[in-house]
T-cell receptor
Framework: AQKVTQAQTEISVVEKEDVTLDCVYETRDTTYYLFWYKQPPSGELVFLIRRNSFDEQNEISGRYSWNFQKSTSSFNFTITASQVVDSAVYFCALSDYKLSFGAGTTVTVRA | DTAVSQTPKYLVTQMGNDKSIKCEQNLGHDTMYWYKQDSKKFLKIMFSYNNKELIINETVPNRFSPKSPDKAHLNLHINSLELGDSAVYFC?????????????FGPGTRLTVL
């Protein structure tokens, strides 16, 4: 069975601080995909990134960056120079034949 | 243009009633899903259809019945609603069956059972 653990329930930072969200996963499959989604207070689910299990390259997109380490089964997400608009619930998810979500981390960025 | 749409956005009803939530996607995707998000924000898959065929059916009470009239639509009918059914229900679609596709989510339907 696959499992995704987001150990941090809530993180609160002041604007311009960096924040790193941890994600640890378990799967027996050799081929799988990892995702991050953002759910702002308005409630919709916004896709941020997809990474397949054979691609361990880190990725940067603007203020967002992702660190995928297969050796530790982790797929961590960093927001650099956080802004109030980054306040949201962030979900890590793992897909083999279905998408399994972690419990989510609520990020609050204070002005 | 809305990619994945759901109606209604809000649904308030009494225990014991039967209700439906509709979902439509205009992305040309083959696979559609229903997820339930509970009050603690936990998201769990309920059903998945590929080209109108049921491919995932998680442990969901049989009061919940999905119906896919065509591959662009996946509706969710709930019989004999219970208090515990109160949640946000998300529809999603992806271009392919299986693991690789990014899933596009609808805006959600907030169901409140009184």
């Amino acid at each position: 069975a696959q499992k995704v653990t987001q150990a941090q329930t809530e993180i609160s930072v002041v604007e311009k601080e960096d924040v790193t969200l941890d994600c640890v996963y378990e799967t027996r499959d050799t081929t799988y995909y990892l995702f991050w989604y953002k759910q702002p207070p308005s409630g919709e689910l916004v896709f941020l990134i997809r990474r397949n299990s054979f691609d361990e390259q880190n990725e940067i997109s603007g203020r967002y960056s992702w660190n995928f380490q297969k050796s530790t089964s982790s797929f961590n997400f960093t927001i650099t120079a956080s802004q109030v608009v980054d306040s949201a619930v962030y979900f890590c998810a793992l897909s083999d034949y279905k998408l399994s979500f972690g419990a989510g981390t609520t990020v609050t960025v204070r002005a | 243009d809305t990619a994945v749409s759901q109606t209604p956005k809000y649904l308030v009803t009494q225990m014991g009633n039967d209700k439906s939530i509709k979902c439509e996607q205009n992305l040309g995707h083959d696979t559609m899903y229903w997820y339930k998000q509970d009050s603690k924000k936990f998201l769990k898959i309920m059903f998945s259809y590929n080209n109108k065929e049921l491919i995932i059916n998680e442990t969901v009470p049989n009061r919940f019945s999905p119906k896919s009239p065509d591959k662009a639509h996946l509706n969710l009918h709930i019989n004999s609603l219970e208090l515990g059914d109160s949640a946000v229900y998300f529809c999603a679609s992806s271009p392919a069956n299986g693991a690789s596709g990014e899933q596009f989510f609808g805006p959600g339907t907030r169901l409140t059972v009184l």
